[in-house]
């Protein structure tokens, strides 16, 4: 009987296995086949946690605009005084002339005027700026104007967010809106943080 004996056992046969995988426990590549427990999942997207891209990661892209386009809040002061005396006019009127006396006919005298003035705060706060370049009267005549935050035109939803927290921003006299803005970097309201706006130059143009 030979003395030699072979380098490794025949398989299915106690001893060491050779593997395709030298060094690697039973022949596993290293980091584990994909969906192995230990696996590396490895995605397109390099550096990001299980190769999300961006978007799906929870990370937004940095905002074009510039942060000194922003610096308005002089006269986003005096534009702000100049269109909430205009958005109130009418509104002002309806429930002067409609809301008068008491019973059925004073409520609804009261439920007409408020549903005029809702639809002219509708109006003149998204309506309005949505048509004419993200301008409100007052914004026009101070050189101003309304984008969203990625640098395209505010839509509709988010012109109709920023409208409705003015319930917030004109808190305390205004206060709650002009303490925000000082104390943002990129000068926004709470309305502008909730809908992803900026309040910027009219002649400014963002880079794409």
Same mark, same amino acid.
């Given at each position: 009987?030979?003395?030699?004996?072979?380098?490794?056992?025949?398989?299915?046969?106690?001893?060491?296995?050779?593997?395709?995988?030298?060094? @690697?426990?039973?022949?596993?590549?290293?980091?584990?086949?994909?969906?192995?427990? %230990?696996?590396? *999942?490895q995605?397109?997207?390099?550096? @990001?946690?299980?190769?999300?891209?961006? *978007?799906?990661?929870g990370?937004?892209?940095?905002?074009?605009?510039?942060?000194? !386009?922003?610096?308005?809040?002089?006269?986003?002061?005096?534009q702000?005084?100049?269109?909430?005396? =205009? !958005?109130?006019?009418?509104?002002?009127?309806?429930?002067? =002339? =409609?809301?008068?006396?008491? %019973?059925?006919?004073?409520?609804?005298?009261?439920?007409?005027?408020?549903? /005029?003035?809702?639809?002219v705060y509708?109006?003149?706060?998204?309506?309005r700026?949505?048509?004419?370049?993200? @301008?409100?009267?007052?914004?026009?005549?101070?050189?101003l104007?309304? /984008?969203?935050?990625?640098?395209?035109p !505010?839509?509709?939803? *988010?012109?109709?967010?920023?409208?409705?927290?003015? /319930?917030?921003?004109?808190?305390?006299? %205004?206060?709650v809106?002009?303490?925000? /803005?000082?104390?943002?970097?990129?000068r @926004?309201?709470?309305?502008d943080h909730?809908a992803?706006?900026?309040?910027?130059?009219?002649?400014?143009?963002?880079?794409?």
């Amino acid at each position: 009987m030979s003395s030699d004996t072979p380098e490794s056992n025949a398989p299915g046969q106690p001893g060491t296995q050779q593997t395709p995988y030298p060094g @690697q426990q039973g022949g596993m590549p290293q980091g584990g086949y994909q969906g192995q427990p %230990g696996a590396m *999942q490895q995605g397109p997207y390099q550096g @990001q946690r299980g190769g999300m891209p961006p *978007q799906w990661s929870g990370q937004r892209p940095p905002s074009p605009v510039s942060e000194e !386009a922003t610096r308005v809040t002089g006269r986003r002061v005096i534009q702000y005084i100049v269109d909430y005396i =205009l !958005a109130g006019i009418i509104p002002g009127l309806a429930y002067w =002339l =409609l809301d008068r006396g008491n %019973g059925f006919l004073g409520g609804l005298g009261w439920l007409l005027a408020t549903a /005029i003035a809702l639809a002219v705060y509708y109006w003149y706060w998204v309506e309005r700026p949505r048509s004419n370049g993200g @301008q409100t009267f007052g914004m026009q005549l101070f050189g101003l104007r309304i /984008i969203s935050k990625d640098g395209g035109p !505010a839509s509709v939803a *988010q012109l109709l967010i920023r409208g409705i927290l003015l /319930i917030v921003d004109t808190l305390f006299f %205004g206060l709650v809106g002009f303490l925000t /803005i000082i104390c943002s970097r990129n000068r @926004q309201r709470v309305g502008d943080h909730v809908a992803g706006t900026l309040v910027i130059d009219k002649d400014y143009a963002p880079a794409r």
